[in-house]
C-alpha cells in the first residue's frame, strides 16, 4: 500500500481533527488530462481499486489509463483486473468452496508444502442462511421447530464450518437464525469505507449468490459470481471482467398511492429485459432516484440478476448516511464515508446530462401500476386487474407458449382429496412472506402487516389448507414488526414467524400433505404459490406447483387470504368478513400515511446493535453445542454423505499437462431450449428416492426421511453429480413428443447408439467408461438464474467437453471455463431447430488448434445418422486473456493452486 501510481496517494480531512490517506480520482483526472467525473459512479468506484492495487503484474499502469479512458460507447475488448475488497457467502455454495480450500491444503502437504499458504487473502464471511427449511408452520413454536430440524440435518455441514472457522484466519461465519446473506449484508457486514494502517478505500466485493447485487443499493460495487471465482478472488486472484457497458436510468417523478416498491422493480425488471442489459452495469440516476428511500433502492438493486445486469448500482447520497445511521453505523465510521466520497467527488446522484453513459433509459415513477409477475419467470410482469384473464388463458396455452396445455373447460373443476379438502387449478397452496427482495424493504413488511391488521377486524381469515409462512431475512424484522404491534394480525391469518432465512424462493418450502400431492399429480392440477421473492423458475418453489407468482408482501396476505389466482383483486371480493359482507382489497390495503407512521420503528440503531452483537457474542445455543468438530490446519476428510474430498484435484501436476482443444466422436448428452437455469442443470431442491442421488444415499444406509435436499449435500460430488441435469421440470429434446404434443419431463436422455432411455447420470458414466466424449446443446438465456458454481462443476464431472448455446447467462459461461468446459455459441440464425440436431449424430469440434484466442472461431462437424454431414461455424465464448489460461490449466483451481504453490 506505499506504492504511489501516477502520484494519487494524498490526504483528505475526515474531521477538524482527524485526516486520512487515499488514491485520488481527482488527481488522477488532473494527471491523465482525462475528463474522469464524466464517467459512471460505478465505474469510478472500480477505477480506483484498479490504481490503488497497481503492482505493474497483475495490475498495470495500462489497466489505469485503459479504464481511466473508458468511452460510453466501443468495442470491449480490454479486460479490467478488479481486486475486491471482501467476499461474502451463502452456505450452499460457501461449504463446496470450503471444501476446495481444504482439498488444496492437502495438496500442499501431499507435496511438502506449508498448507497455511493456501489462506484467503481478504476478509471472507459465510452467512448460513438457505438451510431452514418451512416443515413446522401456523404454530406458535415453528420457529424453534425448524431450526432444530435444520441443525439436525446439517450437523455434519456446521462442523465442517466450525472447521473452517479455526483452520483459516479470515474466515468468518454468522451462524444459521440472522437472516439472509444479502440483508445480513446490508445492514451489517458492509461498513462502507475500509481502512488499512491510514489508507481508506471503498467497500467492494464479490459474492457467491447472484443477489450479492442488494449491497449496489448503498453505493457498494459488488455482483454475484459463482463459488469457483469467488475462491480465485479469495486466494489473490483480480475478478476479471470485460469493459462493461453502463446503462443509466433515469428515473423521473414519484410513485402513486397504493404502489408498493415491489411494483416498482417488477416493472424495472421488465423494462430492461426488453432493454437488454444482460452482462452490463445499470446506474439509476435523475430526480425521481433521489426520492426513492435507500431500502427501495436495494429492493431494485438486489434483483439486478432477473434483469440480467451485472449490476443495478446506486451512488452514495443523503439517503445512504440515513440508513448507515438507522442500523448503528458508528459516528467514526459514517464520518469516515461521507468525507471519502465526497474527497473522491462521488458523493449525490447525478443529475440528467452528467454522466456519460453508453445508453439511457427512462422510467416515470408515477406510470408503475400494482402488479405481479410469474406464472414461470420473474420478468413477465402482469397487472394486477389482468391477473385472472392472464391465468385461463396460460391455462390451455401450449407450453412452448408458456402455458399448462390444459383444456380450457377443465378450469373450474374441482376434486376433494383423501383429506377432504378441495382443490383446483388456480388454487393458492403455499403463500409465502420471504426472499432478501422485499424482507429487506421495512415499507412492503409494515404494510403487510397492517393489509393483516385491516383484514383481521373485518373478518376475514385463510384457508387452513393453505401453507403460509413469514420468513424474514433478519431478526429486526421481527423487532418492528412487534413494536409496531402488527405481528399477532400476521400469527392470526398463518403467517406466524417459521425461519430467518433464503426458504419458499429457494425450494425450502416443504412438503405439502400427501393427499394434497396425490390430488395435484393424480388429477394433473395446476396448482399455485405466492410469494414474496425474485425466483419462480419451473419446479424451484415445489416441484407439484407449477404456478408461481411474485408479489409485494401485502399481495402475498390478500391472495393467500383469496386463495386463488382466479379471482379479479380490483373488482372481485377478496374474501367474506363479518355477516358475510363481501370485502374488497381496497378495503383494507394501507395508505402510504399509515406505513409512513410506522417506519420509526424499522430503522432504530439500538435494535441493529443489539441484534448483530449476537453474531460473536451469543450465535444461539444450537451453534454453540455443536460437538465433534475437527481441529488443525488440514481437514482428514471423515466419511460423510454431506462433505467428500472433491476430485478436481485428482491427478494434480505442479505443471498443467496439454489440453486437448478438438473433440471428436461426440455424442449429445442433452439437447434443450430457450431459458434452461441453473435450477433446471443443478438443482437445490428435494431428493426423489428413484432419482440418481436418491439411489445413491439409500445405497449408502440414508433413509429418505434424512435425505434433506441437494443444496444442503453441495459439499458432496458423489450428490451433485447424480444431480445435475436431474430437475423434475427439464425437458430433453432427444425425447420423443408423445401423441398429444407434450414431453417426458425430468433428467432423462437417450443413450446413443442405441437410442435406449435412461438417466442423464447413468448416460454420462457409460460414455465416459467408453471413452466418448460429450457435448450438451441449448437455446438462449442458458443457465440464466442462481450463481451455482455446481451448475458447471456438475457437467465436467458428467464428461461434458462443450456446451454449445445459441447464448449464455454470465456466471454460468465464466463458471464453465472456470472448470475446462469449452462454452460455445451459433452465430447469425443457427441453432438446434435450424440445424436440424436431434441428438442421434455425432459431433467433432476443430479449428481452435494451437494457441487459443478469446472469442475466436471454432468449427462444429456434424455427422448426421443417414451419413450426411454438415460444418457449423460457432463462437468460442472464453472471452479473455486470462480465461484462456485457466482453460489450459484444466480451469480456475488448478491454476490458482498452481501459483500459490509457486508463492
Known amino acids: 500500500m506505499s506504492r504511489n501510481t501516477l502520484n494519487t496517494l494524498k490526504e483528505f480531512k475526515i474531521t477538524a481533527t482527524?485526516?486520512?490517506?487515499?488514491?485520488?480520482?481527482?488527481?488522477?483526472?488532473?494527471?491523465?488530462?482525462?475528463?474522469?467525473?464524466?464517467?459512471?459512479v460505478s465505474i469510478r468506484i472500480v477505477l480506483e481499486s484498479v490504481l490503488r492495487n497497481c503492482d505493474g503484474k497483475k495490475v498495470t499502469e495500462e489497466h489505469v489509463r485503459q479504464l481511466a479512458s473508458w468511452k460510453a460507447v466501443g468495442t470491449r475488448t480490454d479486460e479490467i483486473p478488479f481486486v475486491v475488497s471482501r467476499v461474502v457467502l451463502q452456505d450452499f455454495t460457501g461449504v463446496p468452496l470450503l471444501a476446495d480450500l481444504a482439498a488444496m491444503r492437502n495438496v500442499a502437504k501431499k507435496l511438502g508444502r506449508n498448507p497455511k499458504n493456501i489462506e484467503p487473502l481478504v476478509p471472507v464471511d459465510l452467512v448460513v442462511d438457505h438451510s431452514i427449511q418451512i416443515d413446522h408452520f401456523r404454530e406458535k413454536k415453528a420457529l424453534d421447530?425448524?431450526?432444530?430440524?435444520?441443525?439436525?440435518?446439517?450437523?455434519?455441514?456446521?462442523?465442517?464450518?466450525?472447521?473452517?472457522?479455526?483452520?483459516?484466519?479470515?474466515?468468518?461465519?454468522?451462524?444459521?437464525?440472522?437472516?439472509?446473506?444479502h440483508q445480513v449484508n446490508l445492514e451489517y457486514l458492509a461498513r462502507g469505507v475500509h481502512k488499512k494502517n491510514d489508507l481508506y478505500y471503498p467497500d467492494t466485493l464479490v459474492g457467491t449468490d447472484s443477489h450479492t447485487t442488494m449491497i449496489n443499493g448503498i453505493g457498494v460495487v459488488g455482483w454475484g459470481v459463482g463459488g469457483i471465482e469467488a475462491e480465485a478472488g479469495m486466494l489473490g486472484q483480480p475478478v476479471y471482467f470485460l469493459t462493461p457497458d453502463v446503462v443509466g436510468v433515469n428515473l423521473t417523478g414519484m410513485l402513486r398511492e397504493g404502489v408498493t416498491a415491489t411494483d416498482l422493480v417488477l416493472t424495472v425488471t421488465e423494462l430492461l429485459?426488453?432493454?437488454?442489459?444482460?452482462?452490463?452495469?445499470?446506474?439509476?440516476?435523475?430526480?425521481?432516484?433521489?426520492?426513492?428511500?435507500?431500502?427501495?433502492?436495494?429492493?431494485?438493486?438486489?434483483?439486478?440478476?432477473?434483469y440480467g445486469a451485472t449490476m443495478g448500482f446506486f451512488p452514495v447520497d443523503e439517503a445512504t448516511l440515513t440508513y448507515f445511521k438507522g442500523t448503528g453505523r458508528t459516528k467514526a465510521e459514517i464520518d469516515a464515508f461521507e468525507s471519502y466520497f465526497r474527497a473522491q467527488k462521488l458523493f449525490g446522484i447525478p443529475n440528467e446530462g452528467d454522466i456519460d453513459y453508453s445508453s439511457v433509459v427512462k422510467l416515470d415513477l408515477g406510470s408503475v401500476t400494482p402488479s405481479l409477475a410469474g406464472p414461470k419467470r420473474p420478468q413477465d410482469r402482469?397487472?394486477?386487474?389482468?391477473?385472472?384473464?392472464?391465468?385461463?388463458?396460460?391455462?390451455?396455452k401450449p407450453t412452448a407458449e408458456n402455458g399448462f396445455n390444459k383444456n380450457a373447460a377443465d378450469l373450474d373443476t374441482s376434486f376433494t382429496n383423501t383429506d377432504g379438502v378441495k382443490v383446483k387449478s388456480g388454487d393458492v397452496l403455499i403463500a409465502a412472506i420471504t426472499s432478501c427482495t422485499n424482507t429487506s424493504n421495512p415499507s412492503v413488511m409494515l404494510a403487510a402487516g397492517l393489509l393483516a391488521k385491516k383484514a383481521v377486524e373485518a373478518g376475514l381469515k385463510v384457508s387452513p389448507h393453505i401453507k403460509t409462512s413469514l420468513a424474514p431475512g433478519s431478526r429486526v424484522v421481527t423487532k418492528y414488526l412487534e413494536a409496531a404491534g402488527l405481528l399477532p394480525y400476521l400469527e392470526k391469518l398463518g403467517f406466524g414467524l417459521t425461519a430467518y432465512g433464503c426458504t419458499t424462493c429457494i425450494g425450502n418450502a416443504g412438503d405439502l400433505t400427501p393427499a394434497m400431492n396425490e390430488a395435484i399429480a393424480k388429477n394433473d392440477v395446476v396448482a399455485a404459490a405466492v410469494l414474496s421473492g425474485n425466483r419462480n423458475f419451473e419446479a424451484r418453489i415445489h416441484p407439484n406447483i407449477r404456478a408461481n407468482f411474485l408479489a409485494s408482501p401485502p399481495l402475498v396476505v390478500a391472495y393467500a387470504i383469496a386463495g386463488t389466482m382466479t379471482r379479479d383483486l380490483m373488482t372481485e371480493p377478496v374474501g367474506k368478513g363479518k355477516g358475510g359482507k363481501d370485502i374488497y382489497l381496497g378495503d383494507i390495503w394501507p395508505t402510504s400515511h399509515e406505513i409512513e407512521k410506522l417506519m420509526k420503528f424499522a430503522l432504530n440503531a439500538k435494535t441493529f446493535k443489539e441484534n448483530y452483537a449476537d453474531v460473536k457474542g451469543a450465535p444461539g445455543k444450537l451453534w454453540e453445542n455443536i460437538k465433534g468438530v475437527a481441529a488443525g490446519e488440514v481437514y482428514d476428510w471423515p466419511a460423510s454423505t454431506y462433505i467428500a474430498e472433491p476430485p478436481f484435484f485428482d491427478n494434480f501436476t505442479e505443471t498443467p499437462a496439454a489440453v486437448a482443444t478438438s473433440i471428436m466422436g461426440a455424442r449429445a448428452l442433452g439437447i434443450f431450449g430457450d431459458s434452461i437455469t441453473t435450477d433446471h442443470i443443478s438443482p437445490a431442491g428435494s431428493i426423489k428416492e428413484s432419482s440418481p442421488a436418491g439411489k445413491w444415499l439409500q445405497a449408502n444406509g440414508v433413509l429418505k426421511a434424512d435425505f434433506n435436499s441437494y443444496g444442503s449435500r453441495r459439499g458432496n460430488h458423489e450428490i451433485m453429480m447424480r444431480g445435475t441435469f436431474a430437475n423434475v421440470r427439464i425437458k430433453?429434446?432427444?425425447?420423443?413428443?408423445?401423441?398429444?404434443?407434450?414431453?417426458?419431463?425430468g433428467g432423462i436422455t437417450l443413450q446413443q447408439p442405441s437410442g435406449e432411455e435412461t438417466s442423464i447420470y447413468d448416460a454420462a458414466m457409460q460414455y465416459v467408461k467408453d471413452g466418448v466424449p460429450t457435448m450438451v446443446f441449448g437455446g438462449e438465456e442458458y443457465g440464466t438464474g442462481s450463481s451455482r458454481d455446481w451448475a458447471a462443476k456438475g457437467t465436467q464431472l458428467l464428461g461434458v467437453k462443450a456446451v454449445i448455446t445459441r447464448s449464455f447467462e454470465r456466471i454460468h459461461r465464466s463458471n464453465l471455463v472456470g472448470m475446462g468446459v469449452l462454452p460455445l455459441q451459433f452465430l447469425g440464425n443457427d441453432s438446434v431447430e435450424t440445424l436440424g440436431i436431434v441428438g442421434d449424430e455425432t459431433f467433432d469440434l476443430i479449428?481452435?488448434?494451437?494457441?487459443?484466442?478469446?472469442?475466436?472461431?471454432?468449427?462444429?462437424?456434424?455427422?448426421?445418422?443417414?451419413?450426411?454431414?454438415?460444418?457449423?461455424?460457432?463462437?468460442?465464448?472464453?472471452?479473455?486473456?486470462?480465461?484462456?489460461?485457466?482453460?489450459?490449466?484444466?480451469?480456475?483451481?488448478?491454476?490458482?493452486?498452481?501459483?500459490?504453490?509457486?508463492a
Open 18 to 40: 482527524k485526516k486520512g490517506k487515499f488514491y485520488s480520482l481527482p488527481a488522477l483526472e488532473k494527471k491523465l488530462g482525462i475528463n474522469i467525473s464524466r464517467l459512471p
Open 382 to 396: 402482469i397487472d394486477l386487474d389482468k391477473v385472472k384473464s392472464n391465468f385461463a388463458e396460460l391455462y390451455s
Open 847 to 902: 479449428g481452435i488448434d494451437g494457441e487459443i484466442k478469446p472469442q475466436q472461431k471454432a468449427t462444429l462437424v456434424i455427422h448426421r445418422k443417414n451419413g450426411e454431414t454438415k460444418k457449423v461455424t460457432l463462437l468460442l465464448r472464453i472471452d479473455t486473456p486470462i480465461e484462456v489460461d485457466y482453460y489450459k490449466h484444466g480451469g480456475i483451481l488448478p491454476f490458482v493452486l498452481r501459483q500459490l504453490l509457486v
Open 145 to 181: 421447530l425448524n431450526m432444530k430440524l435444520e441443525f439436525q440435518r446439517n450437523n455434519e455441514r456446521y462442523q465442517f464450518m466450525k472447521w473452517g472457522m479455526q483452520a483459516f484466519d479470515t474466515f468468518g461465519v454468522v451462524p444459521p437464525g440472522f437472516g439472509i446473506v
Open 732 to 745: 430433453n429434446l432427444m425425447i420423443p413428443v408423445k401423441p398429444d404434443g407434450s414431453r417426458i419431463e
Open 273 to 306: 429485459r426488453q432493454t437488454k442489459v444482460v452482462g452490463k452495469f445499470v446506474e439509476f440516476f435523475g430526480e425521481g432516484t433521489r426520492s426513492l428511500s435507500l431500502t427501495d433502492r436495494a429492493t431494485i438493486a438486489n434483483m439486478a440478476p432477473e
